[in-house]
């Protein structure tokens, strides 16, 4: 397993948003977590991703307990995107997917004041390597332009290029296709795809089921902060307990 | 604090940097043919000295998104340590000037690290009463520091020689500020400087990425404090005299009034804003008593019309009308 949760717990001022959720992500595969509004979605995602500390529970991701702040989760190869955009509208977009690489060449404060040779040299590299990833995610016409100057879809993929900037074994796209026409929903399916070929294990948090149910090998439904089904997206779709879920009405 | 986001200052490119510095140096070098006598060389060495620290200032404010009222503090703390460690304990200046500067640097280390964990208004309030508590233990324990009347300053001795005179220390100014302008370009342009402005631009957006925020923040602040105790200490060797008003509150926000002024997340932006507030001030006296009327109609018009600050915006127009003339 590349990562595994036990009873994941956490509340909010008396609110439980997540109780006792149990979850084992297999290496390579897509998957994917849906359920209703309010469900838990994004409070699993923050607690993957150290955003959130759990009130009950671990979570083990290559055999190591998790625990710290998100840097330590991003620096142990959990990468994220979020579904309120937290793009660095400060900077262009190949300086975006350039922050995104922090990790891979990282320098004391000494090194970057006196401008060592060593670091002139990683420039080039990092500048060509993230404008690979804008290119692999379509924006590299873009690569130049100030971030607050793209629109909201072109803004989802650099948040996705960035997250691949810091070379991820699991990446954490939450809601990546909300808010998008039919067209951008299709360039992101094609790219979770490509991520995926990369060897990237890959959760998706989405409300669009035609996109969950075509590229996620494994869904898991939750439902009032409870694990309510998991499985190969099928057998999920079919399961009455979902349908009730969904439907508020006995199947 | 949100009106402190800048929209949008992309950092220049290296070409672009090394422009500016060369452009820098260009002035530095050629305004002593401008400089008529030993009061426009005093303006001259006050300028350079307002923008090391801005230049400073502006790595906290402008880069890393993080305010500061109190940074006169660690210009009073710099300038202190270094007239006290020379006058009272012999210590040679040069010596005492980097004990001095070090010391500020360990004490805003010590202080970053509580005060940095407050946000926007918060921080701004922390680091106000940080200057306040650092300009009255100047002004109260006269015993050290001379009290309220100040205190005479050594002056500084390089290679056997006593620095004096104001053409000396233009020269010496000059060169320390081109050399904290190189630096803090460096910086910006530096994997850890894009830490830094990704940390500006979404606090959780760069923790995801494994960006430690408290680390980052408190590196700038730190360097920033130390770049005013740089300024601090050349000041009182230059001026030989210290007052704690150097230290005061006003003092914080004249000098965050030069980097909003000059244009935040802009390194040129910050010598530019120093230059020309410490300036005009001097030039509106023929004004008399409209002086400060003036000088305060220049701010609000020039932040209504530019309010991205003097050199972003006269960038942004010369990239429009470049593009419009190809």
Same mark, same amino acid.
């Given at each position: 397993?590349? *990562? ?13 948003? *997540?109780?006792?959720v ?15 509004n ?16 759990? %009130? ?6 290559d055999?190591e ?7 330590d ?38 090194a970057?004041? *006196? ?18 990833? *804008? ?8 690569? %130049? ?29 939450d809601e ?8 951008e929903?299709? %360039? ?5 795809r ?7 294990t890959?959760?998706l ?9 075509e590229?996620?090998e494994?869904?898991?439904?939750l ?9 190969a997206?099928?057998?999920?779709s %079919?399961?009455p ?9 006995s199947? | 604090?949100?009106? /402190?986001?800048t ?8 070409? !672009? ?8 140096a260009l002035? $530095?070098?050629l305004l ?13 060495i ?28 660690? /210009?009073?703390?710099g ?34 690290? @509580? ?8 921080? !701004?309030m ?16 006269d ?8 205190m005479?300053? @050594? ?6 020689f006593?620095?004096?005179?104001e053409?000396?220390w233009?020269?010496?100014v000059? !060169? ?14 530096s @994997?850890?400087?894009? $830490? ?11 923790s995801a ?9 408190l590196?700038? /602040? ?5 770049? $005013?105790?740089?300024s ?11 007052? @704690?008003?150097?230290?005061?509150f006003l003092?914080?926000i ?13 390194? /040129? ?8 507030l410490?300036t ?6 023929v004004?008399?008593?409209y ?7 220049v ?10 600050g003097?050199?972003?915006t006269l960038?942004?127009?010369?990239a429009v ?6």
């Open positions: 397993m590349l *990562l595994r949760a036990e009873n994941l717990s956490k509340s909010f001022g008396g609110v439980a948003a *997540l109780q006792d149990a979850l084992e992500l297999e290496p390579g595969m897509v998957h994917a977590i849906i359920g209703p309010g469900a838990g979605k994004t409070t699993l995602l923050n607690l993957l991703s150290g955003v959130y500390r759990p %009130d009950n529970g671990r979570i083990f991701f055999d307990e998790m625990t710290g702040a998100p840097h989760f991003s620096a142990a190869g959990i990468g994220r995107t979020f579904q309120n955009l937290q793009v660095f509208f400060n900077m262009s977009a190949l300086e975006n997917v350039m922050a995104g690489r922090w990790q891979h060449e990282r320098c004391s404060l000494a970057a004041l *006196l401008r060592l040779p060593a670091l002139a040299r990683g420039e080039r590299r990092s500048r060509e390597a993230a404008y690979e990833l *804008l290119e692999l995610v379509g924006l590299s016409r873009w690569a %130049d332009h100030a971030s607050n100057a793209l629109p909201y879809g072109a803004l989802k993929r650099l948040e996705i290029a960035r997250a691949l900037g810091a070379k991820p074994k699991l990446l954490l796209l990546p296709a909300a808010g998008l026409n039919p067209t929903t299709r %360039d992101i399916d094609r790219l979770i490509e991520v995926a070929a990369r060897g990237i890959v959760v948090v989405e409300h669009n089921m035609k996109l969950v149910m590229v996620s494994h869904v898991v439904v439902d009032y902060g409870r694990k309510l089904a998991e499985g997206p099928r057998s999920v %079919d399961d307990r979902v349908i009730e879920a969904y439907l508020g009405c199947a | 604090m949100s009106s /402190f986001q929209a949008s200052s992309a950092a220049a490119p290296p070409s !672009a940097s090394r422009r500016g510095l060369a452009a820098l002035v $530095a070098a002593p043919l401008v400089l008529a006598n030993a009061y426009t060389y005093d303006v001259a006050l300028v350079g000295l307002n923008a090391i620290t801005c230049v400073g200032l502006n790595i906290l404010i402008g880069y890393a998104g993080q305010i500061s009222l109190g940074h006169a503090g660690f /210009f009073g703390l300038a202190y340590g270094s007239a006290i460690l020379a006058s009272r304990y012999g210590v040679p200046v040069p010596l005492a000037l980097l004990i001095s500067v070090m010391g500020v640097g360990a004490l805003a280390w010590l202080i970053g690290r @509580p005060i940095l964990r407050l946000r926007g208004h918060y921080l !701004a922390g680091t106000l009463g940080m200057g306040v508590i650092a300009s009255v233990v100047l002004a109260t324990e015993r050290v520091t001379g009290g309220p009347d100040g005479a300053v @050594p002056p500084m001795s390089l290679l056997g006593v620095v004096s005179g053409k000396t233009y020269w010496i000059a !060169a320390a500020l081109i050399a904290a302008v190189w630096l803090a370009q460096n910086l910006i342009e @994997p850890r400087g894009r $830490a830094l402005r990704a940390l500006h631009g979404s606090e959780v957006g760069a990425l494994g960006i430690d925020p408290a680390r980052h923040k590196g700038a /602040f730190v360097l920033s404090a130390v770049f $005013a105790a740089v601090g200490a050349l000041t009182a060797h230059y001026s030989g005299f210290i007052t @704690p008003g150097k230290a005061s003092h914080s004249e000098l965050v009034t030069m980097v909003v002024f000059g244009g935040m997340a802009s390194t /040129f932006g910050a010598v530019v804003g120093a230059a020309v410490t005009l001030p001097q030039l509106l006296t004004l008399k008593e002086e400060m009327v003036t000088l305060g109609a701010m609000m018009l020039t932040m209504i019309v530019m309010p991205a003097l050199v972003p960038e942004k127009v010369l009308t470049r593009r419009k003339s190809v």
